[in-house]
């Protein structure tokens, strides 16, 4: 079993930027993709990025590409997220997820989410 909480969240005007923690527990971290999937009001949960156990593949949206960045610190067990030139349409609440393989529709854990607000 593996539990995620996610930190760092907040309200950021557009253009600024932010950093999302997940920090998850048991000692088979390293030996999981991970992945940030987002969720806005109204709207269905879409991928953001993922990254592999080793951390030497990412992938990313179209829409948070070049803006973005995936990164991994597994004697840390901790996955972020750096989120630069926020726009009011990355608001959302964003969620981390944990897996042997991260799909479409995310991995086999999820944590409990953080809220990105972005004021324009």
């Known amino acids: 079993q593996v539990q995620l909480v996610e930190s760092g969240g907040g309200l950021v005007q557009a253009g600024g930027s932010l950093r999302l923690s997940c920090t998850a527990s048991g000692r088979t971290f390293s030996r999981y993709a991970m992945g940030w999937f987002r969720q806005a009001p109204g709207k269905e949960r879409e991928f953001v990025a993922r990254i592999s156990w080793s951390g030497s593949i990412t992938y990313y949206a179209d829409s948070v590409k070049g803006r973005f960045t995936i990164s991994r610190d597994n004697a840390k067990n901790t996955v972020y997220l750096q989120m630069n030139s926020l726009k009011p349409e990355d608001a959302a609440a964003y969620y981390c997820?944990?897996?042997?393989?991260?799909?479409?529709?995310?991995?086999?854990?999820w944590g409990q989410g953080a809220q990105v607000t972005v004021s324009s």
């Open positions: 997820t944990a897996g042997p393989v991260i799909t479409t529709r995310g991995g086999d854990y």
